[in-house]
């Protein structure tokens, strides 16, 4: 179904001439994103509010290699570095999950610990993986608002792909004590969901 949203953004002479020659990437909940020239995406969005927390977050972690760099920012817009490669769920469903791939994405949740996030957790949507299977973050959302102490989300998507237990079973050979907390906190969820289900 097509949405029907209307944007609105005060670009800057920079910005209003990379956006003359955009290229529509995408739209989701918060926002459009285009490709512009540079190796830049432009997202614009639909609240003041919800653009001032990506951009806080994007310069909060522009030290991370898991993250796009930010150029620039206004009211309603982030100018940030354009991530290629294909989302999460369906890179495994064409190629398959491997161990270094599982290995890049328990790296990517260390670092999440690393940078301090309240959220150790992310969506399989909001996960690139580019060339040689390094992982990146396109989308990062309420990472020191909400609490999460464990990949919920990301565990959720990989078991809808069938690849869960093969995800643990990688990250118990470099970590078994942080695959054992997870294994027991994603049993414990399903299991709570399990029990409302049959009240």
């Known amino acids: 179904m097509a949405r029907t949203y209307a944007y609105s953004a005060d670009f800057d002479k920079e910005v ?6 955009a290229e529509f990437l995408g739209e989701g909940h918060n926002g459009i994103v285009y490709e512009v020239p540079g190796n830049k995406a432009l997202k614009i969005f639909l609240e003041k509010k919800i653009c001032k927390e990506e951009a806080d977050i ?3 972690v ?3 290699k898991y993250f796009p760099k930010i ?6 817009y982030i100018l940030r570095e354009k991530v290629g490669g294909t989302r999460l769920d369906h890179y495994i469903e064409q190629y398959g999950l491997t161990e270094k791939l599982s290995y890049n994405l328990y790296k990517l949740l260390k670092e999440f610990e690393e940078l301090r996030f309240t959220k150790l957790d992310i969506r399989c949507r ?3 993986v580019e060339e040689n299977e390094r992982v990146m973050v396109i989308d990062p959302k309420q990472c020191y608002k909400r609490k999460v102490s464990y990949p919920r989300h990301l565990m959720k998507g990989l078991k809808g792909i069938n690849v869960l237990n093969q995800f643990l079973f990688y990250v118990e050979s470099f970590d078994e004590k942080t695959a054992l907390e997870w294994e027991k906190k994603i049993n414990q969820y ?3 969901e399990n ?5």
Do not use: A, H, M, T
């Not at 209003?16 to 020659?21: D, G, I, K, V």
């Not at 029990?195 to 009240?199: A, G, H, K, W």
């Open 58 to 60: 994007l310069e909060r």
């Open 195 to 199: 029990s409302r289900e049959i009240i």
């Open 190 to 192: 399903y299991y709570k």
């Open 16 to 21: 209003e001439n990379l956006f003359r020659e």
């Open 62 to 64: 522009r030290k991370s």
């Open 71 to 76: 150029y620039k920012r206004g009211d309603y």
């Open 126 to 128: 909001d996960v690139y």
